[in-house]
């Protein structure tokens, strides 16, 4: 299994509301990583912040569309 080191990162992790993206986030946060967790639909990033904070780790809800210049920005 691959371990990383990432105390002290920020790690933006899109498309992280389901599937794929969820684990990639969970695992990040598990690495020490403070996961900005981004979906199109914001209760999909509740959800999975809220699985990780139950881990203790730190994680917050960024939804926006990635394909949108404006929101990215805003963001």
């Known amino acids: 299994m ?7 990162k920020r790690a933006l992790v ?14 990040l946060a598990r690495a020490g990583a ?5 979906d199109l639909v914001e ?7 809220a699985e ?3 881990e203790g780790l730190a994680a917050e809800s960024l939804a926006f ?3 949108n210049w404006e929101q990215i920005q805003a963001a």
């Open 52 to 54: 990780i904070r139950e």
């Open 65 to 67: 569309d990635v394909t």
């Open 2 to 8: 691959l371990t990383i080191d990432c105390a002290a």
């Open 34 to 38: 403070l996961v900005l967790v981004n």
């Open 43 to 49: 209760k999909r990033c509740e959800s999975v912040v």
């Open 14 to 27: 899109t498309g992280a509301g389901q599937g794929v993206g969820r684990e990639v986030a969970r695992y």
